[in-house]
């Protein structure tokens, strides 16, 4: 079975600092990789997704970055972290033929990103 | 023109009773509606979905209800339980176009069923 692996699960910056955040697929090849950021606890906003290595796509210009250095991982970086940069950050995959009824969105368990 | 409205943004129910969350998209490209459950500190999971051709789906207690014409789609909650108190979120997607591969998330219902 497939599983999704992301850490670290909470993380407490300080304004200015780096981000690297990693997400990890196994049981699956090629898959189709995201990232959302989910503030308040609340509305979930997609970041970039992959749908290959080394080919990400931009949703929201930002201070955020993402690479896909092998086919199943993913990493969210950031150079210098912002205090609107906290929240809830969630990887997710699913199958190369894209989102369907028999192709779902599958989260990871997500990182809680505080900058202080 | 790619927004998923939902409503309302939370809602308590009884032991017991009948939970419902709507929503409403514009977007008539979309053909994939499933709703998400989350727990307080997860990742949200799949909990029931539905395509376009039908008009209902039912899990368990779960049941989505879609309406293509009027553009909307439901999540009943049967004989809701203190368990299901969480935050659920409709979402849609398309197989092509611009939305390929995205899904569109509504805000977020949350429920809190009292014992």
């Known amino acids: 079975s497939q599983t999704i692996h992301q850490w670290p699960a909470t993380l407490v910056q300080p304004v200015g600092s780096p981000l690297s955040l990693e997400c990890t697929v196994e049981?699956?090849?090629?898959?189709?990789l995201y990232w959302y950021r989910q503030a308040a606890g609340r509305g979930l906003q997609l970041l970039f997704y992959s749908v290959g290595i080394g080919q990400i796509s931009s949703e929201v210009p930002q201070n955020l970055s993402a690479s896909r250095p092998q086919d199943r991982q993913f990493i969210l970086s950031s150079k210098k972290l912002l205090l609107s940069d906290s929240g809830f950050y969630l990887c997710?995959?699913?199958?190369?033929?894209?989102?369907?009824?028999?192709?779902?969105?599958?989260f990871g368990n997500g990182t809680r990103l505080t900058v202080t | 023109q790619q927004q998923v409205k939902q409503s309302p943004q939370s809602l308590i129910v009884q032991k017991g009773g009948i939970s419902i969350i709507n929503c409403a998209y514009e977007n008539t490209a979309f053909d994939y509606f499933p709703w998400y459950q989350q727990f307080p500190g997860k990742g949200p999971a799949l909990l029931i979905a539905?395509?376009?051709?039908?008009s209902e789906k039912k899990e368990g207690r779960f049941t989505i209800s879609f309406n293509k014409s009027a553009k909307q789609f439901s999540l009943h909650i049967m004989d809701s339980q203190p368990g299901d108190s969480a935050t659920y979120f409709c979402?849609?997607?398309?197989?092509?176009?611009?939305?390929?591969?995205?899904?569109?998330f509504g805000q977020g219902t949350i429920l809190t069923v009292h014992p």
């Open positions: 997710a995959w699913s199958m190369l033929t894209g989102l369907s009824y028999n192709s779902p969105l599958h």
């Open positions: 979402a849609a997607s398309s197989a092509g176009g611009t939305s390929y591969g995205k899904l569109t």
């Open positions: 539905i395509r376009p051709d039908v």
């Open positions: 049981g699956t090849s090629n898959p189709n």
